[in-house]
């Protein structure tokens, strides 16, 4: 992976944007989950949060640690494990 000075390069980000719409976490492995939290963290995407409690969050990854992501939505901060996540989408 291409990174200089904590920015991603151009083609990281492009590659990115042609994600498709809707990721289905059960189908990434751990670390996969991780670089794409980071890399919507680093880049201030705007995503889409399904959580297994059948509620949806649409907001920035404000910060993350460990087995959990902090997550900025409407003004509030919300904490979201890890393990709680079902579908993660990048909002355009």
Do not use: P
């Amino acid at each position: 992976m291409a990174k200089w000075m904590g920015f991603f390069l151009s083609e990281h980000t492009t590659a990115l944007h042609s994600m498709t719409e809707n990721v289905s976490v059960q189908s990434l492995g751990a670390s996969s989950l991780l670089l794409l939290i980071s890399q919507a963290f680093l880049n201030d995407f705007t995503v889409e949060i399904f959580t297994h409690n059948n509620k949806s969050y649409v907001g920035t990854i404000y910060d993350f640690f460990e087995d959990k992501i902090y997550f900025e939505s409407d003004g509030q901060m919300i904490e979201i494990k890890f393990d709680n996540i079902l579908n993660i989408n990048l909002m355009e």
